[in-house]
């Protein structure tokens, strides 16, 4: 329903779920509540490693084989450190064209991590997480994709130097994609200042020079694509001591208006780039044929209508999400949801849930 009420037909459902999304029965019960729900679809990623454990690979061809098609395999909000496991996984994909999807951050040089290291998290006596821990995995992982001849897919890219490594990587031809969030492209580290556990997030939110850089990088094409990272929690979750609050926050409800802001609104990007970067470009790194593709007779009526020219202010109490997290309330950001349509049948009419 979030997703709907974003102007989303397709999401991509990581496996961070209990149980775990790690065998061929799992995944398919997730698609199928997805189609049954009739809002969206719902496209399993698969777990890497059993039970996101890091040590051995899941059932990754049992799930490429099954009802739900698998093609997506990630282990969420936990990185795949092991450098021989990672070549495995990505050797073991390219047999059915999979990809990998990194979670990319070094759990050595992450332990007890509050916030993005830098100039705040010294000020406020917080555990700071280098931007080097995410950029030596997505160097190593790009280097191990090169030498498999597989695909690697970068998860929420938060860095300037990782948009310079994947445009390094680009350059010598490794088949390696990026996205980038909503948040990231928006929201900077001094916003926990507040101590609000609400801008707690992983990876953490960065400085305005990363997010200059993460703009930059997503309209030249070195940044592929716009993924929320929608990470919904209860209120105890969130509303805690920063220390003990969980990481994440809402995103589909408002992706489009971010980017708008963020993007198009800037001048980095037109609307046929936008769309490029949150329907093409996602459909087509998730494999999803009846998505992403243009408006003309014959295509799946799979279509979003959005007035541009309009604002509001956001209302937590006024989303779709059973969850409140997010990080924009109050903010006034432009754009609003009229219609979505799944294959010709409304999801949404008049920003309504159908």
């Not at 329907?279 to 003309?296: E, V």
């Amino acid at each position: 329903r979030a997703a709907a009420a974003g102007g989303y037909t397709a999401v991509h459902a990581m496996a961070k779920t209990d149980p775990v999304a790690d065998t061929a029965v799992v995944v398919e019960q997730v698609w199928r509540l997805g189609r049954e729900s009739g809002h969206c679809d719902v496209q399993p990623v698969g777990a890497v490693t059993r039970g996101l454990g890091g040590t051995r690979l899941a059932e990754l061809g049992a799930m490429a084989d099954s009802a739900a098609t698998v093609r997506v395999f990630s282990d969420d909000g936990t990185c795949v450190s092991d450098a021989l496991l990672m070549r495995r996984a990505l050797e073991y994909v390219k047999a059915f064209g999979g990809v990998v999807a990194q979670h990319a951050q070094e759990p050595r040089l992450t332990e007890d991590a509050q916030m993005n290291e830098g100039v705040v998290s010294d000020r406020l006596g917080l555990a700071g997480w280098p931007s080097v821990a995410e950029e030596a995995i997505i160097a190593r992982d790009c280097l191990l994709t090169e030498h498999v001849g597989s695909r690697l897919h970068v998860c929420h890219v938060s860095t300037k130097g990782s948009v310079q490594i994947l445009r390094w990587a680009k350059s010598r031809g490794c088949n390696v994609t990026a996205e980038v969030t909503p948040h990231h492209l928006l929201l900077t580290d001094d916003l926990a200042e507040s101590y609000d556990p609400v801008y707690k997030v992983n990876p953490p939110l960065r400085t305005a020079e990363d997010v200059h850089a993460l703009r930059e990088g997503l309209a030249d094409g070195t940044v592929d694509c716009v993924a929320t990272d929608h990470a919904p929690h209860p209120a105890e979750a969130k509303e805690t001591e920063w220390a003990t609050a969980a990481m994440g926050m809402l995103g589909l409800e408002t992706a489009l208006s971010v980017v708008q802001h963020t993007m198009v609104d800037t001048g980095l990007l037109d609307w046929p780039g936008l769309v490029e970067r949150m329907s093409t470009a996602p459909a087509r790194i998730g494999r999803l044929a009846g998505h992403g593709r243009s408006i003309a007779p014959g295509e799946p009526a799979n279509v979003t209508l959005y007035n541009a020219d309009t604002a509001s202010d956001i209302d937590p109490a006024a989303l779709v999400s059973k969850s409140a997290n997010t990080p924009y309330r109050g903010m006034r950001l432009p754009g609003r949801i009229q219609a979505t349509f799944l294959r010709g049948v409304p999801t949404v009419l008049d920003g309504k849930i159908q």
